[in-house]
């Protein structure tokens, strides 16, 4: 064994479970003993998959995936290309990754893994993901919709007042009917006391919810909402299930997607409780094209990212972010990334150059390579790693040659056909439109005398449907009264975006 090998390998070496990267490389040489992997336990603290386009990130990914399958942990990745479905599918004997494994000096036996496919609304193939208004939060809807701070803060507003009142908003049609009648006279006079939306700022809103409507929003947002105990399941094999989002369908759609996915990791921050340090996740999210998430954010949204991210460890969930160079990601996002996985950067460009020397500051130093001179050379599936080892203690920067992934590099062989065969597909296939804020707005508005102010309620409007069709004639008026109601009403708070969540 060389003294690089064992260098590399006593740094990344782990007691318990691991994934594997690859091995390690000096001098345009594969060491076979310097294998370079990532301990199981240390990837709830997240990690960055970066590089310039064709340069492997997705098979990086799709690696990282296909292990922690094995090990029983369920995986939540954004499929922006299509190609990632093909997890589900072994890999083909003599291609490339077959010619891989063998620089590795690793067998090659291909396999495939359980995948779930999901969709955006049912846009493209998969089984629909949706959400509703209410439960997305103003701060993601204020992204989406690219509202400045004055429209967020009005967003925030008028969420505020469909929980006072017990409007739910489920659908894009609630939060048309609510903006409009918080301009007519009867809203406007309702709003005096706690600020007020202006005219003009309603009609921004309401144009950019157009664009929004025929951008994929009408799709996306309603009723069944994604119940997200349903990413975290496990093959009856105990492999976990790799749950794609398939977005091909939606590329040009990038400001909605992208939120979306940050209203995933947002709710699994909401729902799930305190686990503090586990042997092995519960989930990991790989979020693609990452930089989108940051492109036009407001303050406020950039610091509920950081919170999330900061805090969401300890409920035993490891997020990657995918994008091309760490500058895409916020400064305080990125100090919490400890596993670190950068292909190469090309500097073509002024820009580019600034761009690989800001990557390079990003990195421990090290004394075995140059790293401005080695990013722009690395070949595709080729990578420069530094990870936390089981002590949480940043390993030796290390030039990696990336191991070959188990299954097909390329699209699933019937995407449709096994989202219709999905158990999920008999939960979330069939759109529900229950009462919301469009009927219980129209119905007041129809009546000779306002309502009588109805005290707070939480605009959860699951409970409030059951509540409705278990309490007769009464509607949500009776509900708000019952026992259940007020109980309800004690406990409705809003967390991080604004979601929806119940204090525990």
């Not at 090990?71 to 939540?76: K, L």
């Not at 093959?235 to 040009?252: N, T």
Request: net charge negative; hydrophobic share 45%; with cysteine.
């Amino acid at each position: 064994m060389s003294q690089f090998g064992e260098t590399i390998a006593k740094a990344y070496a782990v007691n318990g479970v691991a994934l594997e990267l690859g091995r390690g490389v000096l001098e345009a040489a594969v060491d076979p003993a310097a294998l370079v992997q990532v301990p199981l336990a240390m990837t709830n603290r997240h990690g960055l998959i970066a590089g310039a386009t064709g340069t492997g990130k997705t098979s990086t990914l799709r690696i990282l995936a296909e292990q922690l399958s094995v090990a029983g942990v369920p995986v939540v990745a954004a499929d922006v290309k299509g190609d990632l479905s093909g997890l589900a599918n072994p890999g083909p004997a003599g291609g490339s990754a077959e010619q891989r494994a063998g620089e590795l000096g690793e067998p090659f036996e291909p396999r495939g893994f359980p995948v779930e496919y999901l969709s955006l609304g049912g846009i493209g193939p998969g089984v629909p993901v949706r959400a509703t208004v209410s439960d997305f939060g103003p701060l993601l809807l204020a992204k989406i919709l690219d509202a400045n701070e004055t429209q967020e803060q009005s967003l925030s507003l008028l969420f505020h007042y469909a929980d006072a009142k017990g409007l739910p908003l489920l659908d894009l049609a609630d939060l048309r009917s609510m903006l409009t009648f918080l301009d007519s006279p009867e809203g406007r006079a309702e709003l005096k006391g706690i600020g007020g939306v202006s005219s003009a700022t309603v009609g921004v809103l309401l144009r950019s919810l157009v664009q929004l409507e025929d951008g994929g929003g009408n799709e996306f947002f309603g009723e069944p909402q994604l119940d997200v105990a349903d990413l975290m399941r496990t093959a009856p094999d105990g492999r976990g299930v790799i749950s794609c989002l398939e977005l091909a369908a939606v590329q040009d759609k990038p400001r909605l997607w992208s939120t979306a996915l940050m209203w995933l990791v947002a709710e699994l921050f909401e729902t799930l409780p305190e686990a503090g340090d586990l042997p092995k996740p519960k989930l990991v999210v790989f979020l693609d094209e990452a930089h989108l998430l940051f492109t036009g954010a407001s303050k406020s949204f950039v610091e509920s990212i950081v919170q999330t991210v900061r805090l969401i460890r300890s409920k035993g969930v490891g997020v990657f972010f995918v994008t091309q160079t760490p500058k895409d990601l916020h400064a305080d996002v990125l100090a919490q990334l400890g596993n670190r996985v950068q292909h190469a950067l090309r500097a073509y460009t002024p820009d580019d150059a600034k761009a690989l020397k800001a990557t390079v500051s990003t990195f421990p130093k090290s004394k075995l390579y140059d790293l401005e001179e080695l990013l722009p050379q690395l070949g595709i599936g080729e990578a420069v790693v530094t990870i936390l080892d089981e002590r949480g203690v940043p390993t030796p920067v290390v030039h990696t040659r990336i191991r070959a992934p188990q299954s097909r590099m390329g699209p699933a062989d019937d995407v449709p056909g096994a989202a219709t065969a999905s158990p999920l597909q008999a939960k979330y296939g069939a759109r529900i439109d229950a009462e919301s804020a469009r009927e219980l707005l129209a119905a007041r508005l129809e009546r000779p005398s306002p309502l009588a102010t109805p005290p707070k309620v939480e605009a959860r409007h699951r409970e409030a449907a059951r509540a409705r069709s278990a309490g007769g004639d009464g509607g949500i008026g009776d509900f708000l009264a019952s026992r259940q109601g007020k109980r309800i009403q004690r406990e409705v708070v809003r967390g991080v975006f604004g979601l929806l969540r119940k204090a525990l």
